[in-house]
């Protein structure tokens, strides 16, 4: 299976700032149509999952700007500029690329 | 608007096989193009992908529980059901259904993985 790494854990971030997120997968998530299947996802307290970007820096329906995606193969990273209260939450990188489809451990986000 | 909701036993006991139920409206299964997934997680943990069926029926199951794993769709092409075997303590978790759509570009063909989720159901297997 494609193991998907996110880093960091957690973060602590105050209204306004920005933050990174990375994800790192075992494998080059290249799909032979020649899309790359990584998507994002957040999962707010108590909700299910929303994703928030696809194929690596395509944004959800209804998704503010202020969330970006980009990278390539095996290193992916997503960027969310002046962090709102909304944003709280467990974000996630998930692949569709290899089955099986796997998900990474979770970014937990906190707002100071 | 598309909606997806998913239903269980909320309980059940070790050993027993697990039922569970996706029911959506907004789309229908039969459509070109169209996935339904299974996607659980246990409390405080993350997702794992279990299961899917697309609109021609073919399924895909995750090779570490295919064993015990069976997706199915209803007639009328808004249901999916998932059935596991010997549960244990292990399988307790929210599950959750997703769906999928393939998107024309122009050229070709690409899913659009995940776009729409369930609020899901918690499952607890204990004795």
């Known amino acids: 299976d494609v193991v998907m790494t996110q880093t960091p854990p957690s973060l602590s971030v105050a209204i306004g700032q920005s933050v990174s997120i990375s994800c790192k997968s075992s494998q080059s998530l290249v799909y032979s149509d020649g899309k790359t299947y990584l998507h994002w996802l957040l999962q707010s307290p108590g909700r299910s999952p929303k994703r928030l970007i696809y194929q690596v820096s395509n944004l959800g329906s209804g998704v503010p700007d202020r969330f970006s995606g980009t990278g390539s193969q095996k290193d992916f990273t997503l960027k969310i500029s002046r962090v709102e209260a909304e944003d709280l939450g467990v974000y996630y990188c998930?692949?569709?690329?290899?089955?099986?489809?796997?998900f990474g451990s979770g970014t937990k986000l906190e707002i100071k | 608007q598309v909606t997806l909701k998913e239903s269980g036993p909320g309980m059940l006991q070790p050993s027993k096989t697990l039922s569970l139920t996706c029911s959506f409206s907004g789309f229908s299964l039969s459509t070109s193009g169209m996935v339904v997934s299974w996607i659980r997680q246990p409390s405080g943990k993350s997702l794992e992908w279990l299961a899917a069926?697309?609109?021609?029926?073919?399924?895909y199951y995750n090779p570490s529980l295919k064993s015990r794993l069976t997706v199915s769709k209803d007639t009328s092409n808004t249901q999916v059901f998932l059935k596991i075997t010997s549960v244990d303590t292990a399988d307790t978790a929210t599950y959750y259904c997703?769906?999928?759509?393939?998107?024309?570009?122009?050229?070709?063909?690409?899913?659009?993985?995940?776009?729409?989720w369930g609020q899901g159901t918690l499952v607890t297997v204990s004795s």
């Open positions: 997703a769906r999928t759509l393939y998107y024309y570009d122009g050229t070709y063909y690409y899913p659009d993985w995940f776009a729409y």
């Open positions: 998930a692949q569709t690329t290899h089955f099986p489809f796997t």
């Open positions: 069926i697309d609109w021609d029926g073919d399924k």
